[in-house]
């Protein structure tokens, strides 16, 4: 049976009609699922028993149990979740000064399988439904007890290697009687699917896009993803300028510190050369050790040197604080449990 959650509002919408049903009960359901949010269509009261029977028959609600619930000394907190079909998936709530943000998890595993990543080190099993992806940001509200102003598709998993879930997924969160996040609360990450930032520029939705370019030419990125040997640096560079000129939305580029592999002073120089006249906004992240790989963290005086490179070259660029690095939740370090419990 297909989760309520998956649905758009005007999938739902669609589907009543088709089925003979009035088109404002769209509106009577959603206020369940996303206003009340509740989590069984017998509680629905409003609705006549002929929907609630088609209802019942034909759609299902997904429970993420709780398996694992870890907090910070930041206050940062990392959910374990078991699926329906037992597979485990994470999601991290980050506590700002100007709200709570969810990092979610896209996929089970993933595809792309970058060298110095925790969730590359699995392999795809399945992409993620919409209704699993709604579900994470609804249940860690519940437990939190408060609500999530942002959402970052930066979990497991490749974004636009489930791109039309992930659409479906952005339109919900967005949605004035869905969850009613702002676009530009909402941001999705991706390892550079050149043909999908194209797609997703034709959308024009309002949502942050964010490229993990992490080099600054292709002899250091073919070492670190191997996507660029298919998408290569230029091809990024010029999907972001039409990206750019579609949706006039400045593209944030995630840059990770390694030692001595792309921290040297000539890659600062290489990536004012490469971004010097792109209207990007650079976000540096100390890269957070993974077992099972060769790489380290940048040293702090590195960074801060790379950092006022950058800085000199006229590009705008900000050191990231880190969240959550003793419960390993900070980004790359989710790798969903999977094979451990095998
Ligand atoms: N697959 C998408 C989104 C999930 S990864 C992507 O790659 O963009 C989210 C971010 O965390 C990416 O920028 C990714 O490169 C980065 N990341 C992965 N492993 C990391 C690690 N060990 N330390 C710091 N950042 C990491
Ligand atoms: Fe997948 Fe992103 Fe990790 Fe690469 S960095 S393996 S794309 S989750």
Redesign the pocket.
Known sequence: MNLIHNYTFEDLQEILLENGFKKYRTSQIWDWLYDKKINSFELMKNLPSDLLTYLKTNYTFESLELVERQTSKDGTEKFLYKLRDGNLIESVVMRHHYGNSI?I??QIG?N?G?S?????QIKRVRNLEVGEMVLQVLESERLIGEKIDSV??????????NFDNVIKLLKILNHQKGLNIGARKLT?????IVPRIYDFADLKLQVNL???L?APTDDVRNKL?KINRIYSIAKIIEALKYYLEQTNRRVTI?Y?LIEDVNDREIDALNLIELLKDVNVYINL??????LG?N?E?SPEKNQKKFLHILKRGGLDVTLRKEQGHDIDA????LRSKTEKNK
Do not use: W
Request: charged fraction near 10%; hydrophobic fraction near 35%; glycine fraction near 10%.
């Open positions: 990092c998890s896209t993933c792309i970058c110095f990543c925790a969730s590359g970052v598709l930066m979990g497991i998993g490749e974004p636009f290697d999705v990450s991706t390892s550079g964010a490229i993990s992490h993803m995630e990770i992240i100390p890269y957070n050790k993974v790989t790489y963290r900070a980004c790359g370090q």
